[in-house]
């Protein structure tokens, strides 16, 4: 247990910190690279500056913590919490973020290159004020069961706009997609004719930015009338 424990500048380079409590802990400036952190208790902790390259932390909770500029390149934070955490300045290249949820995280400045945010809640976080590249990764499923699917569209909205400005199309129609997605499932039960409407939208068109799709849809239909 090293809730609120002082590790500043500690090594801990390949430990297995599974299920380990480090609530409120100062681990500024420590070096946890190749660490295991799966389904550890980090929140409110200080990581500030932290070298957690090549670390998992698979389901671990970050709520709250502070990440500034810390490097996790290469991490493994599927299925964690960085709820509320302050991330700026962190490097996130090529990290997988698949599941992670991101609600009210800072994302100012953060590196994004090549990281997998597939399935990831980015409600009311500033994701768009990360740093994407062509290779960063958006998936096409939305996150896990959510009553607010609207709040989800108008993320994937905010920072669709963002990269479209920025000239990563594809990485705009992959948000768009996911946007059109949320609406759908946002407008059931109460508006059946919307939902509905979206689903064949999306089965037959991929929502009008899946030209294969359209083209395959509108052969189908001609002919089925000739």
């Known amino acids: 247990v090293f809730d609120d424990a002082d590790l500043t500048g500690a090594y801990f380079t390949d430990a297995n910190l ?33 070298n957690l390259t ?27 919490s960085f709820r509320s955490a302050n991330l700026s300045g962190a490097n996130l290249q090529n990290a997988d973020l698949t599941n992670t949820d991101l609600r009210n995280a800072d994302f100012t400045d953060v590196n994004l290159s090549s990281a997998n945010l597939t399935g990831a809640d980015l409600r009311n976080s500033n994701i768009k004020s990360g740093i994407v590249s062509k290779e960063t990764k958006f998936g096409s499923r939305l996150p896990k069961l959510s ?64 030209p294969r799709r359209v083209f395959l849809s509108t052969t189908f239909l001609i002919a089925l009338t000739t």
């Open 54 to 80: 090549d670390a998992t932390l698979i389901g671990a909770d970050l709520t709250d913590a502070t990440l500034i500029d810390a490097d996790l390149t290469n991490a493994d934070l599927t299925d964690a």
């Open 147 to 210: 009553a607010n699917m609207t709040a989800h569209a108008r993320a994937y909205y905010e920072l669709r706009i963002k990269l479209s400005r920025e000239g990563y199309d594809k990485l705009a129609r992959d948000l768009y997609i996911l946007e059109q997605k949320a609406r759908t499932r946002a407008a059931f039960p109460r508006d059946p004719i919307t939902f509905f409407g979206g689903l064949l939208s999306g089965l037959l068109t991929g929502y009008g930015v899946r």
């Open 18 to 50: 599974r299920r380990a409590d480090l609530r409120r802990a100062d681990l500024t400036d420590a070096v946890f690279s190749d660490a295991v952190f799966n389904y550890a208790s980090i929140k409110n902790a200080d990581l500030t500056d932290d």
